[in-house]
């Protein structure tokens, strides 16, 4: 699993987690799953095995091991496309289905934060919804007792909202049937204080899981069409052996970018040459010359980290106004760091400098979560 | 394992930034201690807290561990939770020897706000 991937869903079960949504100790399954919907899970769980062991499936499944969460959104969104699905879809439309959209999803565990596992999907409309537009989901949901893996399975769901409705919290109460060996079946709800009302239904299946999840909190987010962006930027950084805080960032001198004496100032880090990380995660803080930013930005690293300073420009494109590259050998421990640009950014009638400060605070620490 | 807490006691408006859709600012922390997972203040989704000019918002027990240091930043969020849509206001970073006492963060959209803390331990 693509490492990208694994910090993506991190943000996601974080901004999930910060909801502090009720937890659902016990619940009552409203209503059961009923035997044509049974008939579906069974035709689609078919279509699954059909396409997971063709040749272009195996292909395909490969491939998602190494994507991040954008290239597994475009990939899922390509599944209804897929001939199998195309025939699984135009029967299940005609259905007389009481619910509005019919989801598949692969799901994976947020290997950042044990217990969390997160689905992304693509979401069709079926029913009163067979015209609607598709939209591709996460759903973040906490899930004790998985063990740490990759892609752990796949789910399919029929839901009693239309795709682009399937936004909110759910609780999924698990169903006692027999489906198979690694199948496991749930009801979801929505809950409004106590209140359950049904949601949908979803059938998951694929090595790893275990039986018996009992209910499962959860909440599913619309991705939205963010083109290349992540919708969630990185945020959560997995620990690596040293950490630094670049304390503070001086504007010597701003680019002028003809809008106004002040530039929109935001940065990417970049340690060891892994994942790419903003800052502010957001929007930018504009400086003028002279100015201090006290951004305060701590980055776990193990040997170096890169950093690239842009001013923000809508329409023309961000500007690169400095580049900075940290070494551990630069540091000492405790002591404060000035940083100069290892490219002079100026032209004849602009002159542009920026510092930073950066301070080395933990050193040679032990492996573990972040 | 953490090995040092601050209290966030709380957050004064002085002035409210100037890209607000409404009156005031729609404040919402995020706070990272030691990059890890970020908790969102209020923490239910779309929540904020209205701030105007003399406002003072107050956190319940707003309690921050840490082992190195603790990232709080204030941002403005405006239509919808969608946080590429929020505006960053200020951030600042506690670490350990912080002590107690408060910060003004400000920026050149005129938002100007008070963070004042508690070293706990």
């Known amino acids: 699993m693509k490492e990208e991937l694994k910090i993506q869903l991190a943000n996601y079960a974080a901004l999930y987690q910060s909801m502090n949504l009720p937890e659902t100790h016990a619940a009552q399954s409203p209503r059961g799953m009923t035997a044509e919907e049974q008939q579906v899970f069974a035709a689609a769980l078919k279509a699954w095995t059909t396409y997971s062991q063709s040749p272009e499936g195996k292909k395909d499944l490969a491939a998602v091991e190494h994507m991040d969460l954008q290239e597994v959104r475009a990939y899922v969104a390509t599944l209804p496309d897929k001939p199998v699905f195309v025939e699984l879809i135009k029967w299940i439309r005609s259905l007389d289905l009481p619910e509005s959209s019919f989801t598949i999803g692969l799901c994976f565990e947020a290997e950042l934060i044990i217990g969390f596992s997160g689905t992304i999907g693509v979401a069709v409309g079926i029913g009163n919804s067979s015209g609607a537009q598709s939209a591709e989901f996460l759903a973040a949901s906490l899930e004790l007792g998985l063990e740490v893996g990759a892609m752990a399975g796949v789910q399919f769901g029929l839901w009693n909202s239309a795709p682009v409705n399937l936004e909110g919290n759910r609780v999924g109460i698990e169903l006692d049937l027999d489906l198979g060996v690694g199948i496991s079946a749930g009801v979801y709800c929505r809950k409004d204080d106590d209140d359950l009302t049904f949601s949908g239904v979803a059938v998951m299946a694929g090595v790893g899981l275990e039986d018996g999840i009992g209910i499962v909190d959860c909440y599913i987010f619309i991705l939205g069409d963010q083109g290349a962006d992540p919708y969630l930027k990185p945020v959560v950084q997995p620990r690596k052996s040293n950490l630094l805080i670049i304390e503070s960032l001086r504007c010597v001198h701003p680019s002028n970018d003809g809008a106004g004496n002040e530039n929109e100032v935001k940065f990417i880090f970049q340690a060891d040459g892994d994942t790419l990380y903003p800052y502010p995660t957001y929007d930018y803080f504009s400086m003028k010359e002279g100015e201090v930013w006290q951004c305060g930005r701590s980055v776990w690293f193990n040997e170096k980290v890169a950093v690239t300073i842009y001013d923000e420009d809508t329409g023309s494109g961000d500007d690169v106004v400095g580049t900075f590259s940290i070494s551990k050998g630069q540091l000492s421990p405790g002591k404060s760091v000035t940083f100069h640009s290892t490219k002079d950014y100026s032209s004849r009638t602009d002159a542009v400098e920026y510092t930073i400060n950066v301070k080395w605070v933990a050193q040679d620490v032990a492996p573990g979560g972040a | ?121």
């Open chain 2, 1 to 121: 394992m953490t090995k040092h807490s601050i209290r966030i006691t709380s957050i004064r408006c002085n002035a409210t930034s100037e890209s607000g859709i409404t009156d005031g600012d729609e404040v919402y922390l995020v706070c990272q201690a030691d990059g890890g997972l970020p908790i969102r203040v209020p923490g239910k989704l779309n929540s904020s807290t209205n701030m105007e000019k003399g406002d003072v918002w107050e956190p319940a027990d707003l309690v921050l561990n840490f082992t190195y240091e603790v990232l709080v930043t204030l941002w403005d969020h405006d239509l919808n939770y969608d946080p590429n849509l929020a505006s960053y206001l200020q951030s600042t970073d506690f670490e350990p020897g912080s002590g107690s006492g408060s910060r003004t963060l400000k920026n050149h959209n005129g938002a100007d706000y008070t963070v004042s803390y508690q070293y706990i331990d």
